[in-house]
């Protein structure tokens, strides 16, 4: 669906204090657009579009649309919220972010990442390696780069480079010149209907890349090779650690510090190459999966090999990817936003790949109660590569359903599904004392979740004093 926005009308946005509908809303505002929303809660997003003087309403009422001629809403939002009730009732125009994110970018050319995992990380590779070049590119991200301290930045050349939103179907309406697809999983099921039904929509979104784009798609990923098997245009790079991908990784090595790894590259009509020695300051099989993701689309779009490696190297990282937090009784605390029975073992993985004689302790949040009821065996298996497992209350994200089984059984099945010790808490005070008098030696903690556990870990150092 296309739309035109003259520069008169007034934008509101529902939900803005998201990660993607506050970089929307920058990315708007800075267009010229009259941009405003409304939000629940204040948080850091929020403060970051006061700071750019966008008008913010802190609760949803419907006078809060009164001078308001279009409605962005964010896949968060319910039917009966107040302010969609009465644009409805106003018969004001309404789109999801994915919409009206395809609709600003449709003149630019784009970089696309999707995926149930790994996105955010991959699109700030690639947003690093373009701003290493002197390429000013538009980025709209899913987390905090470190190194533009947003989410968001408005370029002014004419290219894009977006994250996609799968939680509702609507990256596909996103067009795409290259894309990106790391990986698929059971996620969001309460928008759609089967895992098929996700496929589909990827099939969809790989489709719309015009002949003279790409397709770059990992076939570590099971469903991925799925995938492979029923696109019509063979248009596409594939990559990972399977021998026949295109970009194949090779020569791994991984320390607390960096991975690195050489890329054996086989693309049709062109002599085999190797790239040595690529370095990054991250850790995990799966963050050297989206490295290669972005060197992979950087090398086709014509970027030097220098160039990428230099920008890698010395790449600042995403806020809740892995973030060291403080230290307490010489043992270092970290924040990461895995909320998802994948996401926790990869992170998991890669520590044990580098602290192997360290005891790996994870503070775990569960976020929503749809996906704790929708994946309740998988969380119980997760937790195999650590030691302990402080398991805090659900964030519920404002779902007003019940869970359907007994909190304290499924603590039990993660200690025998996982093998590990676990202790339930009620709030973070209990944290902070469960904290004070039991983490000392050689241990390495990381807080993990999608909800106010990170404010949790970083609260953690005034309430331990």
Request: proline fraction near 3%.
């Amino acid at each position: 669906m296309k739309i035109e926005i003259a520069k008169s009308e007034i934008i509101h946005f529902i939900g803005i204090g998201g990660i993607g509908m506050s970089g929307l809303s920058l990315i708007m505002k800075g267009k010229g657009f009259k941009v405003q929303g409304s939000d629940i809660t204040h948080n850091k997003n929020i403060d970051r579009l006061k700071k750019e003087k966008i008008k913010i309403f802190i609760g949803h009422k419907k006078q809060n649309i009164n001078n308001a001629t279009i409605l962005v809403i964010s896949s968060a939002i319910k039917k009966d919220n107040s302010e969609l009730i009465e644009a409805k009732k106003r018969q004001l125009p309404i789109y999801g972010r994915g919409e009206m994110l395809a609709n600003l970018v449709s003149l630019t050319k784009n970089i696309v990442v999707a995926g149930a995992h790994g996105k955010t990380t991959t699109t700030s590779l690639i947003a690093t390696i373009f701003q290493n070049t002197k390429i000013d590119p538009t980025v709209i991200n899913g987390g905090v780069i470190n190194s533009i301290n947003n989410s968001a930045q408005l370029g002014k050349s004419n290219w894009s480079i977006l994250e996609a939103d799968e939680s509702d179907g609507s990256f596909v309406y996103i067009p795409p010149t290259y894309s990106i697809i790391t990986n698929i999983d059971r996620e969001h099921m309460d928008y759609y209907k089967s895992v098929n039904d996700i496929k589909n929509h990827f099939i969809r979104f790989i489709n719309k890349v015009p002949s003279f784009g790409k397709s770059f798609i990992c076939i570590d990923d099971k469903i991925n090779n799925e995938l492979l098997k029923e696109i019509k245009h063979k248009n596409f790079y594939t990559y990972g650690l399977n021998i026949k991908s295109n970009f194949f990784i090779s020569n791994i090595k991984q320390s607390k510090e960096f991975s690195e790894f050489d890329l054996k590259i086989s693309l049709p009509n062109k002599n085999k190459k190797t790239i040595k020695k690529i370095k990054i300051p991250l850790l995990g099989l799966h963050n050297i999966r989206n490295s290669v993701a972005a060197v992979a689309v950087a090398l086709t779009v014509g970027i030097s090999v220098p160039k990428i490696k230099k920008a890698l190297k010395n790449f600042q990282g995403v806020q809740r990817r892995f973030n060291k937090v403080f230290t307490f009784n010489n043992v270092d605390f970290y924040d990461d936003y895995a909320h998802h029975p994948t996401e926790i073992k990869e992170v998991l993985n890669s520590i044990k790949t580098v602290y192997d004689n360290y005891e790996k302790i994870c503070i775990f949040q569960p976020h929503r109660i749809s996906r704790l009821k929708d994946q309740k065996k998988e969380f119980t298996f997760a937790f195999k590569d650590a030691d302990q497992v402080i398991l805090c209350p659900i964030y519920d994200a404002g779902e007003k359903i019940k869970l359907g089984f007994n909190y304290y059984s499924f603590a039990e099945d993660i200690i025998k599904n996982s093998k590990v010790k676990l202790f339930l808490i009620n709030d973070q005070f209990q944290l902070a004392k469960f904290v004070k008098y039991s983490i000392y030696g050689k241990k390495i903690v990381v807080g993990m979740g999608a909800g106010s556990i990170s404010a949790w870990i970083r609260e953690l150092p005034n309430l331990l004093k």
